[in-house]
Each structure stands twice: as structure tokens, then as C-alpha cells.
């Protein structure tokens, strides 16, 4: 048994990362929705959802329950199979992206085989994003047209062609830190981030603003979210390209939107904001007990708040979670090789939560734009500034070398 | 057999069987689909030869740019299935010897040089790298690059005149 696991450990491992990041990330999925609709219901002054459990926290699955349970009608004189396939790609296409973001530093070895976290370490891991990205439009142009329906294709159309538009300025705003680093490797554009060790100085945020803005703007027109939501604008358009979808399949829209939120924020931290370092100097070692001082008193508020919950569940519910939290808050205090080794990790997430946090914040407070409002912001002037921060960079870097 | 070969195989087999499919399908969108899983497949062995950049391009410029066009100028044109019309006496005639001929020439020169050098073997990654790449394109190659850029260039500013004459 031992034997073979080390001979194909360069198969077994790998197929036990992905399941177990395609756990996480569902389970993430899930769980966004409910804060985005906390967030938002919030922001809105309503209380969002809390029937389904202690604070709505069981929405997400009794949400999941209903998707698969649903009736799922297939409309008259769609075309079957693009039909089929458009859910399908999107939804595999949002999942592989992931596949090739780091989350921390970390090597490790199991059965004689190297591997670090994350799923794949290729050296060219962003211009497999980019790769991955631009076949995501095929899942969008398909359903709409597949669904011989007006709003559907008009949905469809729409949003390719702002994928498309976006999809330039993207990828040009990220060539500034390409020509910082010097590399293609995720991993790699981390690492020169560290700088001398003094923190959050030498992120690529500060020579690259301008990229970021870009990067940022035209990362949301590409995962189709508000501002940039036209493809589903329900005034003009009722669901957009996903109209005639029900049940699993439209839930499968629903998890590659939220999946993709995910890698973009992925790649807006580790390109711009130091992936998994920490913004504090090395020499700071005190700011190592950040994760425990947010966990104690974040699972001590749980127990509190569980406590006096109106309901029997909730009571009992609460305060276990609450008790779990502070456990390991306090366990990190008490065992130093854990706290070392979740640092990498603490920071990577922290700063992809706040990304998506932004994203639910301008989703509660934003307009839409209007359709030719967004073309000609994305071709007159995102695609300029990005092309005049590429060669504002190439300048500096070059006057620098002289 | 090794896990490349097998690999190989699988990724030529869904280029040829798309290929064939790009031909049979009677719906302009299908047979399109059929020319995007052709090109990623062939960008999947590409990888396999050690050619990373040229992979990931060929799926960013082919696969994403050019093939997103083709769907987009078939959806919105709402083009409909193709009619089945009599065989053609050219297709007939003509195309068959020639589809065999080429199989032919392309079988026999792979007979030939397999015989004579076997198999070349695989280019060590570095040589492929992205960064040697670049180098040679900037250097060695500035000129084809410049002149095909400039060619590009004319065929945008073309593009752009035909599509103002109207107004």
C-alpha cells in the first residue's frame, strides 16, 4: 500500500488537493452568499436572512437543498447541447482558474513527492489565468443563445462583448508588475514583494496604483458584478443570459460568478498586495499573535451573543462555535509552530476577504452603468491609462537600470 | 507506455475527432465549439513539448480572441443550419484523391524520418522558456516581429476605414 502511494503519489496528491479546494471553495461559495446578503441587508438597514438557523447561518445549505430539489424545465427549441454545456463550462472553467494561485509559502513533502499549497506550481501560472479567463466568455455567448430567447441572447451578447473589451484592459494593467517581477510565477511575484523584510512598503500597490485601479475596475466588469452587472440587468433584461436556467443549472451560474469573485480577489492580492506577507516589518514579531487576538475575542463575543439567543438552537448552536474559535485562538497562543505556520495563510485570507468585501459593499451602494456608458468607459479610457501605465513602468524600470 | 504518450495520444485523438466533427456538424455555432476544442487541444500538446508560452497564447489569441469572433458574428447574424445539398461532383471528384494524397505525403514523411532519427527528443523546457522566447524576438527575429506588428497595424486601420465608409 505504502509502495504505492510513493510510486503514484504525483497522481494521488494533486487529486487530493483539488477535492479538498473544491470542498473549500464551494463551501465558501455558500457562505458568500449569505454574507453578501447579510452585508447588504445591513447596508440597507433590514436584517437579511435569520430564519434558517442562529443568524440565518443554515440559509446557504437549505438554499443548496431547494436548488437540487427544484423542477428544472427545459424550454421548447433550445439547442440541447449548447444548452447542457454552457453551465457546465463556466462553472469548470471558474474552478480550474484556481488551480494555479498559491495560497501560502509552504512546501511540503507526502510520500516522497514535493508540493506546496495551492494546486499547481507552473511557472507561466498567469497567463494560464488569462488562458482560462478568456474561455470563460463561451459559457456566458452560449446559454444566451442556446436558450432561443431574446433576453437571453441580448444577455449573452452583451456580456461577451464586455468581456471581451474588459478582458484587454486586464490584462494589460497586470503588465506593470510582470515587468517589476520579471516573471510569469505567481509565486515568484510574491516573493520579490518581500522586499528587504519591511513590510507593506515594497508591495507592488505603490509603484503600480494606476495598475491596480485598472486591474480592479476592469476585474469586476469581468466577473459581470455591479457596477458592471448589465447582463443580468432584471429592468431591461429579466435574467439575462441565464433567463431560461432553473434549479442546478442556474445555481452553477451562481457558484462560477461567486468562484471567479474568488480568483480575482486571489490575484488582486497577490499581485498588488503582497499575497500571503505580512504588511508588518520582520522585525515586528509581536504582530504573529494578530490571528489569536482576533480569534479570542471574536469566539468569546459567539459564546456571548449564543447565549442569550431567542431560540433553543441557537443557544446550543452558538456557543460551541464560539467555544471552537476562541479554542484556537488560544491553542496558536500555546503552540508556536502552529502560529508560524498559519501566518502565510492568516494574511492571504484576510486580504481576500476584505476584496470581497469591497465587492458586496459597491454591490449595496453603486448604480448600474448604462450599456454605452460602460463601452466607451472600457475602450476610451481604461485601455489608454493601462497602456500608459505599461509604459510609464518600462520608463522608470529603464531610467533605474542607467 | 509513458504518461506523455498517453497523454499524447488522448489530446491528438480529441483534435482529430473534433476536427472531423467541425466538418459533419450542420450548425454553424457546433461546428465552431468543434474549432475551439481543436485549438485547445492543440495547445495542450504544445504544452506537452515544453512550448508553455506558445500554449498559453495559442489559447488566449486563438481560442479566446479569434474564436469568440467567429460565435459572435454567427449569433448575431442568427445564421441557421446549413442545407445538405447534392454531393458536389468537385468535392467527389476531386477532394477525396486530394484528402488521400496529403494523408499520403504526411504519412510517408513521417515513415521516413522516423526511420532515419527516430523520435527528436523532447526540447529541454529552458530553451522554450518564455524568457529565452522573448529574447530571441527582440533580438535575433526584431525585424519579422516589427514588420508583422506594422502589418497588424494596416490591417486595424483598414478594418476601421471600411467600417466608417457607410457613415
Known amino acids: 500500500m505504502n509502495e504505492f502511494l510513493t510510486h503514484y503519489a504525483y497522481l494521488i496528491v494533486p487529486i487530493v488537493k483539488i477535492a479538498i479546494l473544491v470542498f473549500i471553495i464551494l463551501t465558501v461559495d455558500a457562505y458568500l452568499t449569505w454574507i453578501e446578503r447579510k452585508v447588504i441587508a445591513h447596508l440597507q438597514a433590514r436584517w437579511g436572512p435569520h430564519r434558517v438557523g442562529p443568524h440565518g447561518l443554515l440559509q446557504p445549505l437549505a438554499d443548496g437543498v431547494k436548488f437540487i430539489f427544484k423542477e428544472d424545465p427545459m424550454p421548447a427549441n433550445v439547442d440541447k447541447a449548447a444548452y447542457f454545456l454552457a453551465p457546465f463550462i463556466t462553472l469548470m472553467l471558474a474552478l480550474t482558474s484556481l488551480a494555479v494561485i498559491p495560497f501560502a509559502p509552504q512546501h511540503f513533502t507526502v510520500f516522497g513527492y514535493e508540493t506546496g499549497i495551492g494546486i499547481a506550481d507552473v511557472n507561466i501560472s498567469l497567463l494560464v489565468l488569462f488562458a482560462i479567463t478568456a474561455l470563460g466568455v463561451y459559457g456566458v455567448a452560449l446559454a444566451g443563445w442556446a436558450s432561443n430567447n431574446k433576453y437571453s441572447l441580448l444577455g449573452g451578447l452583451r456580456s461577451s462583448a464586455q468581456m471581451i473589451s474588459y478582458e484587454l484592459a486586464l490584462t494589460l494593467s497586470v503588465v506593470g508588475v510582470l515587468l517589476i517581477a520579471g516573471d510569469f510565477s505567481l509565486r515568484k511575484i510574491v516573493d520579490q514583494q518581500a522586499g528587504s523584510g519591511h513590510g507593506l512598503i515594497s508591495w507592488n500597490i505603490f509603484p503600480q496604483i494606476i495598475g491596480f485601479v485598472c486591474f480592479f475596475i476592469a476585474a469586476i466588469a469581468e466577473t459581470n458584478r455591479v457596477p458592471f452587472d448589465l447582463p443580468e440587468a432584471e429592468s431591461e433584461l429579466v435574467a439575462g443570459f441565464h433567463t431560461e436556467y432553473a434549479s442546478m443549472k442556474f445555481a452553477m451560474f451562481f457558484i462560477a460568478e461567486y468562484t471567479s469573485m474568488i480568483t480575482i480577489s486571489c490575484l488582486a492580492t497577490i499581485m498588488f498586495f503582497g499575497g500571503w506577507l505580512s504588511p508588518f516589518p520582520a522585525s515586528w514579531t509581536f504582530t504573529q499573535y494578530l490571528p489569536s487576538v482576533l480569534l479570542i475575542p471574536f469566539g468569546l463575543w459567539v459564546i456571548f451573543d449564543g447565549i442569550r439567543y431567542e431560540n433553543m438552537f441557537g443557544r446550543m448552536l452558538l456557543p460551541v462555535v464560539g467555544g471552537a474559535l476562541t479554542a484556537i485562538g488560544v491553542a496558536l497562543v500555546i503552540f508556536p509552530v502552529f502560529n508560524d505556520a498559519i501566518q502565510g495563510i492568516f494574511w492571504f485570507l484576510t486580504k481576500v476577504f476584505a476584496f470581497l468585501f469591497v465587492y458586496i459593499w459597491m454591490r449595496g451602494t453603486l448604480p448600474r452603468f448604462r450599456y454605452d456608458q460602460l463601452m466607451s468607459f472600457g475602450w476610451k479610457f481604461l485601455l489608454p491609462v493601462s497602456i500608459a501605465n505599461v509604459i510609464l513602468t518600462s520608463v522608470v524600470i529603464l531610467w533605474r537600470m542607467h | ?167
Open chain 2, 1 to 167: 507506455m509513458s504518461a506523455q504518450v498517453i497523454i499524447f495520444f488522448v489530446l491528438a485523438a480529441l483534435a482529430v475527432l473534433a476536427a472531423i466533427n467541425l466538418i459533419v456538424q450542420r450548425h454553424p455555432i457546433h461546428s465552431a465549439l468543434s474549432l475551439i476544442v481543436v485549438m485547445v487541444a492543440l495547445a495542450g500538446l504544445y504544452l506537452l513539448m515544453g512550448a508553455e508560452f506558445v500554449a498559453a497564447v495559442q489559447i488566449i489569441v486563438y481560442g479566446g480572441a479569434i474564436m469568440v469572433l467567429f460565435i459572435f458574428v454567427i449569433m448575431l447574424l442568427n445564421a441557421g443550419e446549413e442545407e445538405r445539398t447534392n454531393f458536389s461532383k468537385l468535392a467527389l471528384y476531386g477532394g477525396i484523391p486530394l484528402a488521400v494524397a496529403v494523408t499520403g505525403l504526411i504519412a510517408a514523411s513521417i515513415v521516413n524520418s522516423s526511420t532515419a532519427t527516430a523520435l527528436p527528443p523532447a526540447q529541454p523546457v529552458t530553451l522554450t522558456s518564455t524568457r529565452t522566447l522573448s529574447h530571441l524576438l527582440f533580438t535575433e527575429f526584431v525585424y519579422p516581429f516589427e514588420l508583422t506588428s506594422f502589418l497588424i497595424l494596416v490591417a486595424i486601420l483598414g478594418a476601421i476605414v471600411l467600417a466608417q465608409r457607410e457613415n
